[in-house]
Structures are given as structure tokens and as C-alpha cells.
């Protein structure tokens, strides 16, 4: 029994050198993914070291720190996207300010020429004889009527 579990001690001792290996001789460029990396292989050596934890292909850990990075990369992708969303949203608001005080001063400027036409229509009515001299007067009265 004792042979056994030497022999599994020995096993798991040998997959721990070469995931200790694997991890001191992988390097990336980006101080991110290494502490992904950094991350999963501590893990893992934490979990080999229990004794009665089965030995861990290197490929499974390869994979699992690729899954690690993956999701790394998709969380930061998710920030950016967030922060475009802010910034268009910004803008989209800015933009909606601009048109509403645009429109307001439109109604405006349309109550004025409004209140405009009717007041030259309104003086024309009370001037009768004037407007039946004038041809040009008659052509503006049935024009605003």
C-alpha cells in the first residue's frame, strides 16, 4: 500500500515540477494575461498539492488558462462597449438639447409671423375704402383670407 501511494506521491511530485515549469517559463506580453495565467497555475498547484488530488494533464491547464484569458478579453471588451455606450448616449443627449431648443425657437419665430399675418389681415378689414382703391390691397386681402 505504502509502494502505491509513493508511487502517486511521486506521479503527482513530477506533474507538479512540470506545471511549476510552465508556469516559471511562460511569459506574455501583457501583464494582464500573466496574471490570468499566474492565477490558474496557482490554483492548480494549490490543488495538486493535496495528496489526494489525481494528477492534472497540462493540456486540461493550458486549456483552462486559455478559458481564463478568454474571459478576461470578453470582460474587457464589455467595459468598452459600456463606455461607448456613455459616450454616444452623451452625445445622443446633446444632440436631443440642440434640436428641442431649435424647435422651440422654430415655434417662436412661427407664432411671430402668425400673429404678423393676422395683424395686417385684421387692418385691412378695418380699412375698407382704402383697400377698394388699391388693386395690390384687394390682392392681399383675399390672398391672407
Request: net charge neutral; hydrophobic share 35%; proline share 3%.
Amino acid at each position: 500500500m505504502k509502494l502505491i501511494h509513493r508511487r502517486g506521491l511521486s506521479e503527482l511530485q513530477r506533474n507538479r515540477t512540470g506545471v511549476t515549469g510552465l508556469f516559471q517559463t511562460y511569459t506574455m506580453p501583457s501583464s494582464g494575461i500573466l496574471e490570468t495565467e499566474t492565477k490558474v497555475l496557482q490554483e492548480t498547484l494549490a490543488g495538486q498539492q493535496n495528496p489526494d488530488c489525481q494528477p492534472m494533464d497540462t493540456n486540461w491547464i493550458q486549456e483552462k488558462v486559455w478559458l481564463s484569458q478568454e474571459v478576461d478579453k470578453l470582460r474587457v471588451m464589455f467595459l468598452e462597449m459600456k463606455n461607448e455606450k456613455a459616450k454616444l448616449m452623451v452625445k445622443f443627449q446633446s444632440h436631443r438639447n440642440i434640436l428641442e431648443e431649435n424647435l422651440r425657437r422654430s415655434d417662436e419665430e412661427l407664432k411671430k409671423l402668425d400673429d404678423t399675418v393676422q395683424h395686417i389681415y385684421e387692418t385691412l378689414l378695418s380699412i375698407p375704402d382704402v383697400v377698394k382703391g388699391c388693386k395690390e390691397l384687394q390682392g392681399l386681402l383675399q390672398f391672407l383670407s
